[in-house]
T-cell receptor, first 113, second 115 residues
Framework: DAGVIQSPRHEVTEMGQEVTLRCKPI?????LFWYRQTMMRGLELLIY????????DSGMPEDRFSAKMPNASFSTLKIQPSEPRDSAVYFC???????????FGQGTRLTVV | EDKVVQSPLSLVVHEGDTVTLNCSYE??????LLWYKQEKKAPTFLFML????IEKKSGRLSSILDKKELFSILNITATQTGDSAVYLC???????????????FGQGTILTVHP
């Protein structure tokens, strides 16, 4: 298995633009997490899904952030409009029932200028 | 709100030293505690702990959990430069009684091992 696949790996955008991050979880995994990592705040959980259903989105910073999981093999995290303070590395992770350890993708480094 | 606190935030040692990293937590319906190592890219899984007092060991790394005092430690003996990384502690809580709990991470400990 190729592991969790995220795209793009790097994204530089201008303030006010829409940004869409993509994630393909490991096949057969039924939980998916979106995290944001910064030096100041560490690894913050934004939202997680079980069986494609959002379970907890309390970490989503504000209405500018939205996440979807239309099927078991794909999820998106959208920021609209983007702001410089959204600059961070965004990780997607997945895992399967009965195994607490989550496997992480390589992350998307987002820079908003 | 679940909370995970790691200490120290950073640590600089020389090769051969032994280090102890700490993780304390407050979690609703605690299920497990996990340790990850993060080098330049994605965090990679090290250990999962669910029971108090039972040491998990992998080579020079070992970890133990105390569910009464709500903390865990990660020990690394005979450190090597390749151990330089961020070490992350995470807890799994059983949110809302579902089987699939959320993973909450601590800030991490930045370990630097000098030759």
């Amino acid at each position: 298995d190729a592991g969790v696949i995220q795209s793009p790996r790097h994204e530089v955008t201008e303030m006010g633009q829409e940004v869409t991050l993509r994630c393909k979880p490991i096949s057969g995994h039924n939980s998916l997490f979106w995290y944001r990592q910064t030096m100041m705040r560490g690894l913050e959980l934004l939202i997680y899904f079980n069986n494609n259903v959002p379970i907890d989105d309390s970490g989503m910073p504000e209405d500018r952030f939205s996440a979807k999981m239309p099927n078991a093999s794909f999820s998106t995290l959208k920021i609209q409009p983007s702001e410089p303070r959204d600059s961070a590395v965004y990780f997607c992770a997945s895992r399967t029932t009965g195994f607490p350890e989550a496997f992480f993708g390589q992350g998307t480094r987002l820079t908003v200028v | 709100e679940d909370k995970v606190v790691q200490s120290p935030l950073s640590l600089v040692v020389h090769e051969g030293d032994t280090v102890t990293l700490n993780c304390s937590y407050e979690v609703t319906n605690f299920r497990s505690l996990l340790w990850y190592k993060q080098e330049k890219k994605a965090p990679t899984f090290l250990f999962m702990l669910t029971s108090s007092g039972i040491e998990k060991k992998s080579g020079r790394l070992s970890s133990i959990l105390d569910k009464k005092e709500l903390f865990s430690i990660l020990n690394i003996t005979a450190t090597q430069t390749g151990d330089s990384a961020v070490y992350l502690c995470a807890t799994e809580g059983n949110a809302g009684g579902t089987s699939y709990g959320k993973l909450t991470f601590g800030q991490g400990t930045i370990l630097t091992v000098h030759p």
